[in-house]
């Protein structure tokens, strides 16, 4: 038997050009219904909506990929490595730019992004008798880095996110929750945000320690707070067969991303117009007294609650800046390992005259996840684009409550003529 | 042989075939700028366009930041309702401010529509003159553009002192975030702008109802040297406008405002920003930010009188505060017509009866969708300006002859004041109450310097007395309430996360 049954290098270049700018992007474009009244008529009006760009181009990628394949004691142990390494430059990107201008942003060339990532795949034939057992391993491991985004410009900013030189883009970006103030003393000898924090209310950190929680502005308190991309992503597949019957077990799973659960802004609110979340229930509560200057101040703790949602300032509905400031109180661990699919079939060979061969079935999809994510029924989830009023590749990794994924049951009957 | 023909044929086409706008493909299914602003029908299209934006900001924060931020109006704190901060800090004189940056959202609404109005006219003036057209109507849209242009930055210098100048169109990334300019030279430039246009605009007679005229233009430049304390220069222009374009006070103070659909662009109005009840998405919707809330449909039937009326639970704004009512000396006619009451059922405050803006509250047809105007200048504060340039260089007697027209409609009898001092006073009064609820307090406060003397004691009442601004029991305003009285906003925060200059 030979020890290497098949062995192979391959390697890649290219440059790959991407058009996909748009019809008329360049242009700035007119919409002529923006309507004025005067007295009781209305009048046909116009207005410039975008912003020209008569220089706007392709983007540009050079890739270089570089791979082995590997077959071992006849093929019983196959293994495929790659390596992949892109840069991106002169990004399509819709620039943000200050509305002073008049507009939001302006289409352009921008900046230079390396990706690059290995991945591994595994497929081993462990038993060959009568019990035939495959497995298919695979992992891979991407990553990405910004190394350039236009001239004058180190970051963008997305709702919950920031892409930033010199770090991976759409990146978590917020105020890093420490907890709750629990007591009088806590508050006095924590930094606070000032006319906001009061006993019960979120606890930040002041990351550039000038003794304030501050969001936003010169003296920010935001800092990089989580990352929507995987440390590494893996599959596990395994196919049984014996005699007629065949099983086969299939999972993935992904591992180190965590998820924006953006839902808990309307769901973690005391308003009283959206269904909440039962962790709620289990929140800070504080007693509130009026104090000799007749303002509401909160005195009495009355629960300390599970550490997830804070107390209402001035003993309203409203959680105030718990809800208002992003921060890593809205990060959820979404590392998850599905068995997507368990199929187990038999084989009935030929049926009658008529049919060849025929096999009956029963799968199941989704088995089950193993997950630690609390933010809802789906890791996997991400509303970037419609819903959430953001969109692209820079603002990965949001649950804004997609529809859970439905556990699916089927038996079947194959038939061939 | 073949080859050789192929050869020529393609050398011909090469030669030939391109012309230099051969791979510039202009839009046939949109609009563009390429195409767009070569006729006279276009620049019309583009000045009303250039209106637009007034619709939002009347409707949305210019009532938040220049009335609710002064002692006319407060919020009626409702506290089954959540996220309303954004507001109740403008009214609370408390808006989160550092390094002259705020991440209040009402001010970076404010902010941005002006500079849509800002961008739209800066298109206009700087491509109109290239297009061959009648000079009249040339004159009248160009002089529109100005006053808009003008307009959006004085509201913006008084709102925050120093913004960025943009006078051209943006074209290229870098040119989008411009330095701050000083606030002379924004006044120098909306001088500049407001004067042209009063010279190029016609007067009302014959301007289409509703648009700007020379009227609102030398009211606007009037406004701007009142502000600067260029009292010489107020009185002529304010003259030209009593003694020229035929504006006259409506009979009845009541009048003066529009209904949903009557009164619109009366013979008092100089400038009032237009809406129209309905489906078309031109109407208003200020009047229910205004109504006290939590209110049954039963209890908001008298006040709009719409077929479909429903009730609303948010927190209301724009509440008249006691201050504002006990303003209204005995027998004036305009507090019934500004100040109305309703009594709320479904409220927590231990005094159920509210009062609210009574003037914009106007029976029409649909829930949530008004028609009523909102007055920018009116020719009441025309007369007011006046009065108050004269007293400024010492000529009181004359002045109480235009404060009291303002004063008779009401059914007052003249002013008692006659030193400079004490007529100084009663301008300031006068307009406190003739102008209630229209957006002038705020920068009534400001221009004469008079903001920590009267917010701070404003403020005291308050928090003596939560009860008497509408808070429930037990509720009172928060803790950094009436700390912040300083007579600018700070700027967006979202804009100087964009910008280099600040």
């Known amino acids: ?417 | 042989m073949k080859a050789k023909y192929i050869a020529a044929w393609l050398l011909a086409v090469g030669l030939t075939g391109c012309r230099e706008n051969f791979l510039t493909v202009v839009p046939e299914t949109s609009l563009s700028s390429a195409t767009f602003f070569k006729t006279e029908a276009d620049f019309r299209q583009a000045v009303n366009g250039a209106y637009v934006p007034l619709r939002s900001i009347y409707n949305g924060p210019a009532w938040i930041l220049e009335e609710m931020h002064s002692d006319n109006s407060y919020y009626a704190r409702n506290v089954l309702y959540g996220a309303v901060d954004a507001t109740e800090n403008v009214a609370n004189f408390a808006v989160p401010t550092a390094n002259g940056v705020t991440a209040n959202g009402n001010v970076l609404s404010q902010y941005r529509l002006n500079y849509q109005i800002i961008a739209r006219t800066n298109q206009i003036l700087t491509s109109i003159d290239a297009v061959e057209f009648g000079a009249d109507s040339k004159n009248n849209l160009r002089g529109q553009a100005l006053f808009l242009r003008a307009f959006a930055y004085f509201d913006l210098v008084r709102l925050f002192g120093k913004v960025p100048l943009h006078l051209t169109p943006v074209q290229t990334r870098e040119d989008a975030a411009q330095p701050l300019a000083s606030t002379e030279d924004l006044y120098a430039q909306i001088e500049k702008d407001a004067l042209e246009a009063s010279k190029l605009l016609p007067n009302k007679a014959k301007q289409e109802a509703g648009r700007v005229t020379s009227g609102a233009a030398k009211t606007l430049l009037a406004n701007l040297y009142l502000t600067q304390k260029k009292w010489a220069q107020v009185q002529p222009l304010m003259e030209d406008v009593v003694k020229n374009d035929g504006y006259t006070l409506m009979p009845d103070y009541n009048n003066a405002f529009s209904f949903t659909s009557a009164n619109k662009n009366n013979q008092e109005s100089v400038f009032e920003v237009q809406y129209k009840e309905g489906s078309e998405g031109y109407n208003g919707s200020f009047v229910y930010s205004f109504i006290p809330s939590p209110i049954s449909a039963e209890e908001m039937k008298p006040l709009t009188g719409t077929s479909n009326t429903q009730g609303t639970s948010q927190e209301s704004n724009n509440i008249p505060t006691p201050d504002i009512i006990a303003a209204f000396e005995t027998g004036d006619k305009r507090k019934d017509v500004n100040i109305g009451y309703v009594t709320l059922s479904g409220s927590l405050a231990e005094n159920k009866t509210y009062p609210y803006i009574k003037k914009y509250t106007r029976p029409h047809a649909l829930h949530g969708n008004t028609g009523q105007n909102w007055p920018v200048y009116r020719y009441s504060e025309v007369l007011l300006f006046l009065a108050e340039s004269l007293n400024e260089q010492g000529k009181p007697a004359e002045a109480a002859t235009y404060l009291n027209q303002v004063r008779t409609r009401a059914g007052l009898a003249g002013t008692k004041a006659v030193s400079q001092a004490d007529m100084r006073e009663a301008i300031f009064k006068e307009r406190r109450v003739e102008l209630a609820f229209e957006n002038k307090r705020w920068f009534d406060l400001t221009r004469t310097g008079r903001v920590k003397e009267i917010i701070t004691a404003y403020g005291a009442r308050i928090k003596a007395n939560p009860a008497a601004y509408y808070f429930p029991k037990g509720y009172a305003p928060p803790s950094n309430a009436f700390t912040i009285l300083d007579d600018y906003y700070g700027l967006p925060a979202d804009e100087s996360a964009l910008t280099p200059h600040f």
């Open chain 1, 1 to 417: 038997m030979q020890k290497v049954s098949f062995a192979k290098i391959r390697a890649s270049y290219g440059l790959i050009g991407n058009n996909n700018i748009g019809n008329y992007t360049q242009y700035a474009l007119v919409n002529n219904t923006v309507n004025a009244v005067f007295g009781d008529n209305v009048a046909t009006g116009a207005a410039v909506t975008s912003l020209a760009n008569r220089n706007l181009s392709w983007e540009t990628t050079k890739q270089f990929d570089i791979g082995l394949d590997l077959g071992l004691f006849n093929d019983r142990i196959q293994f495929i490595y790659d390596f992949y390494n892109k840069r991106t430059t002169n990004l399509l990107y819709a620039v943000q730019v200050p509305q002073e201008s008049g507009f939001g942003n302006f289409y352009d060339n921008i900046g230079e992004i390396k990706l690059w990532g290995h991945e591994f795949s595994l497929t081993t034939r462990n038993l060959d008798g009568a019990l035939k057992w495959k497995t298919n391993a695979n992992i891979s491991f991407n990553r990405n880095k910004v190394m350039e985004l236009a001239p004058g410009i180190d970051r963008v900013y997305g709702s919950f996110h920031i892409t930033q030189v010199g770090q991976a883009f759409g990146q978590f970006y917020g105020l890093v929750k420490e907890g709750f103030y629990k007591n009088a003393d806590d508050l006095k000898n924590s930094p606070q945000a000032p006319g906001q924090s009061a006993i019960g209310t979120i606890k930040f950190k002041d990351v550039n320690g000038d003794g304030k929680i501050t969001y936003g502005g010169d003296k920010d308190d935001r800092t990089i707070i989580g990352n929507p991309f995987p440390k590494f992503t893996y599959g596990l597949t395994n196919e049984f067969s014996y005699k007629n019957w065949d099983l086969s077990i299939a999972g993935s799973g992904s591992h180190g991303n965590q998820l924006w659960v953006r839902h808990l802004y309307s769901t973690a609110n005391l308003d009283g117009v959206f269904n909440m979340v039962a962790g709620v229930k289990d929140r800070f509560r504080v007693q509130n007294a009026v104090d000799a200057d007749g303002k509401s101040v909160a005195t009495t703790v009355i629960s300390e609650g599970k550490g997830m949602f804070g107390a209402t300032n001035n003993g309203g509905t409203y959680t105030g800046i718990e809800r208002d400031w992003n921060s890593s109180h809205f990060l959820a661990d979404a590392s998850f390992f599905t068995i997507k699919n368990v199929t187990l079939g038999y084989g009935i060979g030929k049926v009658g005259n008529v049919f060849k061969s025929a096999r009956v079935y029963a799968s199941v999809q989704n088995v089950y996840v193993f997950t630690k994510y609390w933010g809802g029924p789906n890791p996997e989830t991400s509303a970037n684009g419609a819903g959430n009023g953001d969109g692209g590749n820079l603002s990965q990794g949001v649950d804004f409550s997609n529809y859970p994924v439905p556990r699916t049951w089927t038996l079947g009957v194959n038939l061939n003529f």
